[in-house]
């Protein structure tokens, strides 16, 4: 098999800001709650003409950069998100137009807050292989389109944004060593959407009866993360021939800092080997892992040789694990 790495990443966050502060006049909830309960500060959220297909493309263009390429030269592009711009065309799609990406394939990845590190299982296997010689790999999420802004237990967790690699071949030896992704379709119930779809088509009804928006059993998902977060790195890891002292950065998925800090203590891992922003983005769902690896990247944190652990967690239920060579 071909080694395949990360030859390109980019991020995007809306300009606009929403803050704790902004949000107790909204509803009733408090600053303090929402630090204590999970870390967040403020979060970014997409401006009135924004979608999804926008976010990605902001990013896409600094990956592309980043990697030296132009949009025509990729082969193949995938978009991770529960939030596409419509039904279809995919956003992948509307991408591949804009970026003048004239033959690569796309196509969309629904797998919630785990979508992107799916996406990097798929798109990977497609070159390792060598079916294609590179690939964009998008995870992309505006979560401010589906959030109800009058519950409380949901409006102050999400936040806006999309973060893009580009992968192809590297030097023997680098690239990514290993994957994790698993499914518990049983858990599906405590985190999903249901209005819209073929069962629950929008009508008056559906929305009257606010079936358009997330509905989470917040207590469930967390135990679910906190279970996974800890399986899914100890079976890459493994899968990997690594163990945790090999780990050089951590980058869980920020959903909540109480998550991520069970999983460092399980892991044994010092706060400087792990990425934490989610006080400044909040869950960004599908973009948040490529948005704490890019601004990883930015600040310098990821060396060449470094060994790189990425975990999501998320609606399905799902996760997905991926262990990666700098
Ligand atoms: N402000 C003030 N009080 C609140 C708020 C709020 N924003 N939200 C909930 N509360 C209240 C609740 O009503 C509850 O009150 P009650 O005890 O009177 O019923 C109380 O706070 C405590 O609620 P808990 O659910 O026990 O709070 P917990 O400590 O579990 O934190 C949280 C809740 C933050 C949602 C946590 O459970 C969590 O992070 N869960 C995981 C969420 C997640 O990771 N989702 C990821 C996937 S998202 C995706 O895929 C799109």
């Known amino acids: 098999l071909r080694p395949v790495g990360i030859i390109g990443a980019g991020k995007y966050v809306p300009e606009k800001v929403l803050t704790n502060q902004d949000l107790e006049k909204m509803v009733d909830t408090s600053d303090e709650w929402i630090v204590s309960r999970t870390g967040i500060r403020e979060r970014h959220i997409a401006a009135p003409e924004e979608a999804t297909s926008d976010l990605s493309y902001h990013a896409a263009v600094k990956a592309l950069e ?34 003048g990406a004239k033959k690569a394939a796309a196509f969309d990845l629904s797998a919630a807050c785990s979508g992107f590190v799916y996406g990097l299982a798929t798109a990977v296997n497609f070159l390792q292989t060598g079916m294609y010689k590179n690939a964009l790999v998008i995870g992309a999420d505006c979560l401010s389109r589906i959030t109800d802004y009058t519950d409380r237990n949901t409006c102050v967790l999400f936040g806006d944004g999309a973060g893009a690699v580009v992968l192809g071949e590297v030097p023997e030896g680098r690239g990514f060593k290993a994957f994790d992704l698993g499914a518990e379709g049983a858990g599906g119930s405590h985190l999903y959407l249901e209005g819209g779809g073929s069962r629950v088509p929008a009508s008056l009804e559906s929305i009257e009866a606010k079936k358009h928006s997330i509905f989470m059993n917040g207590r469930e998902v967390f135990k679910f993360a906190v279970r996974v977060m800890g399986t899914a790195t100890e079976k890459v890891l493994e899968k990997a021939g690594a163990s945790k002292e090999d780990v050089d950065l951590f980058i869980p998925h920020q959903a909540n800092i109480r998550i991520i800090q069970s999983a460092m203590e399980r892991l044994s891992l010092p706060p400087e080997k792990v990425v934490i922003n989610v006080d400044k983005y909040a869950n960004t769902s599908a973009a948040s892992v490529p948005l704490a690896l890019v601004e990883a990247l930015e600040e310098g944190r990821i060396q060449e040789g470094d060994t790189v652990l990425m975990v999501g967690f998320g609606g399905g239920l799902t996760w997905g694990a991926a262990v990666l060579k700098w």
């Open 66 to 99: 980043a990697a030296g390429m132009s949009g025509e030269e990729l082969d193949l592009i995938i978009v991770a998100t529960i939030t596409p711009d419509m039904f279809f065309p995919s956003t992948a799609c509307l991408l591949q137009e804009r970026l």
